[in-house]
């Protein structure tokens, strides 16, 4: 039985989404669980899987489209069913009427891509130097090759592409090795006469300047900053990091978002939502860890924040950073936030003031831990690790 693949909604706001590509074209074999587009919302591009085996029998929008949430963009239909006409009822897909889930995993086809083809290897082949885009303006990459540059910490712009078009595959990040004489941060060349260079606004970028333009009219912010010893709490990460295991160990960033949880549960007008004619107090604590990406910011969720432990959060944190950063995040991951956190204590920032993540009531901005003289018991003079939250 024929059915339809729908724009899916990632994201309470989201309205529509672009095409960036079809993985599959007309007439192609789709196998459920397998990639068939890759899309682009205003917070994530995304791969997303069929949910039925088949045939893509028609493509309904092509790549570069804007095509509504829920809108049919293509049908599956078995081999030598006759496909609908345009206005005939169809079957939505059987799993998830709102359209296709993000791929979470490597599936076959991402670790096939990755074999040996007919592109050439060795020292005698001269691979490109500059990195192709798409019309996104996101690097071409493998799935694979994303979620292994995201665990190692390599920025895919820098890395040459052997495979098809110039595109990223395994074997260029397994290989890549970043030149040992490159800055960390290098200031940009003074302009000298220079002509004006227009720089086009990704659907991210255009997403963030319109939600926090909006949630600084919307939302009446005012600010509150606190120094917070965190002398102890320094001593404490140091003991509870040598009782687990590498993936479990914490950082300050954890520590905080447990406290955040347990301070939100505890204040649940903190933990709320403006609904025009009532406020919605949220019955679980969901934090949102905010994302600096080269596209923009992100805010992946924490769900439950209340309910792990720290080692829970320190590994799920690192689990959903990496995918952010690998553009892998899961719908449940990229909304359903309650209260945010966003941190530049790692940019030697003592304080800073941060825009409310909308529909979310409170955003806690956390600067560097430094060491500061303070007056301690009996009135003398101490240093302690202060850090300080607004």
């Known amino acids: ?15 529509e989404g672009k095409i960036l590509r079809w993985i599959k074209n007309e007439g192609d074999p789709v196998t459920k669980g397998e990639p068939v587009a890759e899309i682009q919302t205003e917070k994530v591009n995304i791969e997303i899987e069929a949910f039925d085996s088949g045939v893509l029998a028609k493509i309904l929008h092509q790549a570069g489209e804007d095509v509504p949430v829920g809108e049919p963009i293509a049908i599956i239909a078995q081999p030598g069913e006759k496909v609908p006409e345009p206005g005939e009822p169809i079957t939505p897909a059987p799993e998830k009427a709102a359209g ?3 791929v979470t995993s490597a599936p076959p086809a991402a670790e096939a891509e990755e074999a040996p083809s007919e592109y050439p290897t060795g020292p005698s082949v001269a691979y490109p130097t500059a990195q192709p885009v798409t019309a996104g303006g996101r690097v071409k990459a493998s799935p694979l090759a994303r979620r292994m540059a995201a665990d190692k910490h390599i920025d895919l712009s820098q890395v040459p592409g052997s495979g098809p078009g110039g595109r990223i595959v395994r074997r260029d990040v397994e290989g890549f090795k970043a030149p040992a004489a490159a800055p960390a941060f290098r200031p940009a060349a003074p302009v000298v006469g220079g002509a004006d260079r227009p720089v086009d606004i990704s659907r991210m970028r255009q997403a963030i300047a319109r939600r926090l333009s909006e949630s600084k009219v919307t939302a009446p912010h005012f600010y509150v900053t606190s120094a917070i010893d965190m002398t102890e709490a320094m001593a404490f990460r140091s ?4 009782a687990v295991s590498e ?18 549960a505890k204040f649940p007008a903190v933990n709320a939502s403006w609904g025009e004619t009532r406020i919605i107090e949220r019955g679980q604590v969901n934090v949102g860890i905010a994302v600096a990406l080269p596209e923009g910011l992100v805010v992946p969720v924490l ?5 792990k432990s720290l080692p829970e959060i320190a590994r799920e944190t690192k689990e959903i950073i990496g995918r952010a950063k690998a ?7 990229m909304g359903g936030g309650t209260i945010t956190v966003s941190n530049l204590g790692s940019y030697d920032v003592e304080s800073f003031t941060a825009i409310i993540n909308p529909p979310e009531s409170a955003i806690l901005a956390i600067g560097s831990i430094k060491k500061e003289p303070v007056v301690g018991k009996n009135d003398q003079l101490e240093v302690r690790s202060i850090m300080r939250i607004t």
Do not use: C, H, W
């Not at 914490?250 to 301070?263: L, M, P, Q």
């Not at 769900?303 to 309910?307: E, P, T």
């Not at 553009?327 to 991951?333: S, V």
């Open 1 to 15: 039985m024929a059915t339809n693949v729908l724009m899916p909604k990632m994201g309470y706001d989201m309205t």
């Open 100 to 102: 296709m889930a993000p």
């Open 239 to 242: 003991q509870l990091n040598q």
């Open 247 to 264: 993936e479990e160990k914490v950082s300050f960033n954890d520590i905080i978002v447990k406290a955040v949880a347990k301070a939100a």
């Open 303 to 307: 769900q439950n924040a209340l309910g």
């Open 327 to 333: 553009n892998k995040l899961r719908p449940d991951e």
